[in-house]
């Protein structure tokens, strides 16, 4: 990038940083600003245009806005359905993973016994792995428990599969937990359990949130796990990722594009939303995993 | 007090390991023994049959335009997103000169960082849905429509051998930059601000500041970006299952191998030779992650 090498003549007067610099640095990002949001809105104003108007001239807006495709896509591809069981699937891994993850991380950040470190690194090694070599015998365990096309299964697999960095961040995250409260409470007669569920999680509220938020995202846009688990005829059953990208393998021969775009609009918009009131800290919380 | 302690232990581990162990760990055990057996469909009884998947894949045109597929991967999609992403968080932490004493960003830092982070929080598989459309070899693509205006013909994106596995890193770096924009940001913001007072003091310019200065300080931060985007270079499934042409074409130019994997096992049903594939992905990610830490290793500058 072009530099200024005028400017640092006067460091303490430099109030106005639109130089020719500013100018270029503005360009730069402005640019990079609208090919993120210009897709995304888009595939909006495509959702309410007809399909003479996608084929016609893509860098059009709609002539009238009608939202007969969100019905479509919400009644006939049934993405109102794929939602319901998205949030249904995630909301329960979640909150399993964030349970048996925090329990699993105290132990093993708090209390020292024989084993301690081989079932620590054993959860740890898991975040190596990639999820591709298990894969064919992962979908024989689901069936021969009789869980396949089923989402109980995949609430159990997913709990599974996001152990490993749960329990790696918030046993970090328990260790630099002062010890003195839980040992207070010992003292004073509360159970182990009750030190934890009362004391300690509390306390670990800022590392729970982080954590939290990154395995409701990481889960919520899961794609690989579904379309194995729910492989079977149960597109009742289907998450939204699946649900979407077969739309979109149907698309070529249906051509109901709008209906297409309503459905993305569908998936997209409240991921958005939430992402907008809760940025800071998803954006801490995805990136936390880095800093270690 | 001694007997309830370890009960609680107990209790408290119980429930995740036998999970973990259940779903992930016994999965990698069994994958291994998989790849030395014959397994194909579904009741069938499997085989041992030694190195014989592995000796089979040598010859596998498909897996070696894969592998060599994730080559290209990690090369170019790390290397471009990490720049773009290191000028932007330069940009929008230190570009806006001091006031105060404080590094400052560019006007409207924040807005930009809210709006280049929005790729991350959509799912893999719906941006490879929303790419279909914009990439349409028609002038009923966004791309094409715009090149259209301006008289160029329309280009087969996905759909041109040579062009489609780069139109497809074009995706992943458009998902990925915002990422690390928030990760480098949160380094820079780290290093302490005396340093460039001093830095400024003595004349140095802003070029001086971002490859003399702030680089040198990123590096951890850096590695770990490496790490990440390399490990993400040996995925690419979502994208490449749904974003491709017949899912890795046209022709295998885009395929990679946790494709071939899913294919092999749930098309196929050849359950053998895809864990034999699982395999080799697995030894090809160790091997990068360890020798990336290896070789990027420096001495800590500690501040």
Redesign the interface.
């Known amino acids: 990038m072009v530099s200024k090498p005028a400017s640092h003549g006067r460091p303490r007067r430099r109030r106005n940083p639109l130089g020719a610099f500013g100018a270029l640095s503005h360009l730069a990002l402005l640019v990079w600003a609208i090919l993120i949001i210009g897709p995304i809105l888009w595939t909006f104003l495509g959702s309410f245009k007809s399909n003479a108007e996608i084929f016609g001239d893509p860098i059009t807006l709609p002539a009238t806005y009608h939202w007969d495709a969100w019905g479509r896509a919400f009644q006939k591809a049934h993405i109102g359905q794929y939602m319901i069981n998205t949030v249904f699937v995630v909301t329960c891994s979640t909150a399993l993973t964030m349970l048996l993850g925090s329990m699993a991380a105290y132990v093993l950040a708090r209390y020292s016994f024989p084993g301690n470190r081989a079932i620590y690194f054993l959860f740890v090694s898991g975040m190596t792995f990639p999820v591709f070599l298990a894969l064919v015998p992962l979908f024989f365990v689901v069936r021969n428990l009789g869980l396949l096309d089923t989402h109980f299964g995949v609430i159990l697999v997913y709990v599974a599969y996001s152990l490993p960095f749960t329990v790696f961040f918030l046993s970090a995250f328990f260790k630099t937990l002062p010890t003195s409260v839980a040992e207070a409470a010992l003292m004073d007669g509360c159970s182990h359990t009750r030190t934890f569920f009362q004391i300690m999680v509390p306390m670990a509220k800022p590392g729970l949130v982080s954590i939290t938020i990154f395995n409701i995202l990481g889960q919520w846009n899961q794609y690989l796990l579904p379309i194995v688990l729910l492989s079977g005829n149960v597109e009742d059953k289907w998450l939204i990722t699946q649900g979407i990208a077969n739309i979109s393998t149907n698309a070529g021969y249906e051509a109901d594009w709008p209906g297409l775009f309503a459905a993305l609009s569908m998936a997209i918009i409240p991921v958005m939303i939430v992402y907008i009131i809760f940025q800071r800290q998803i954006q801490s919380g995805l990136t936390s995993g880095a800093v270690k | 007090m001694r007997h ?3 009960r ?2 107990f ?3 119980a ?3 036998i ?10 055990i ?2 291994f023994y ?1 790849s030395l057996t014959n397994w194909k469909g579904i009741s069938a009884n499997p085989q041992f049959i030694g190195l014989e998947n592995y000796t089979r894949l040598l010859d596998d045109e498909v897996f070696w335009a894969a592998v060599r597929h994730h080559g290209v991967l990690l090369l170019v999609m790390p290397l471009v997103t990490i720049v ?1 992403a290191l ?2 968080s330069f ?2 932490n230190l ?5 105060g004493g404080q590094m ?1 960003g ?3 830092s924040k807005v ?15 941006v ?7 990439y349409r070899p ?5 791309i094409n ?2 090149l259209g ?1 301006v008289g160029i013909d329309p280009v087969g994106w996905l759909i041109a051998p040579d062009l489609a596995l780069w139109s497809i890193i074009g995706v992943m770096v ?1 998902q990925a ?3 690390y924009v ?2 480098f940001s ?1 380094g820079m913001s780290s290093i302490p601000k005396d340093v460039f007072e001093a830095a ?2 003595d ?5 001086t500041l971002f490859f003399k200065i702030t680089l040198p300080l990123l590096w951890d ?1 850096m590695q ?2 490496w790490v ?1 985007l390399g ?1 993400a270079a ?2 690419a ?2 994208l490449v ?2 974003l491709s042409v017949d899912r890795g074409g046209p022709d295998n130019s885009t395929t990679v ?2 494709l071939e ?2 294919r092999t ?2 098309n196929f049903s050849k ?1 053998g030779y ?2 034999a594939m ?2 080799v ?2 030894f090809m ?2 091997t990068f ?1 360890a020798l990336t830490l290896r070789v990027t290793r420096r001495e800590r500058i500690e501040f």
């Open positions: 309830g302690r370890y609680f232990i209790g408290f581990l429930a995740p390991v999970l973990y162990v259940v779903f992930v760990i016994s999965p990698y069994q994958a998989i773009i000028f932007f940009l929008l570009s806006g000169g001091q006031r400052r560019i006007w409207g930009y960082r809210v709006i280049f982070f929005l790729p991350q929080v959509l799912a893999v598989a719906i490879g849905v929303l790419f279909q459309a914009i028609d002038e009923s693509g966004v429509g715009l205006l458009w930059v915002g990422f928030v990760l949160a400024e003091l004349g140095a310019n802003r070029s931060t770990v970006a990440y490990i040996f995925d499934f979502a299952q749904v191998l946790p994997i899913w096992a749930f359950f895809a864990s699982g395999v992905l697995f990610t160790i992650a």
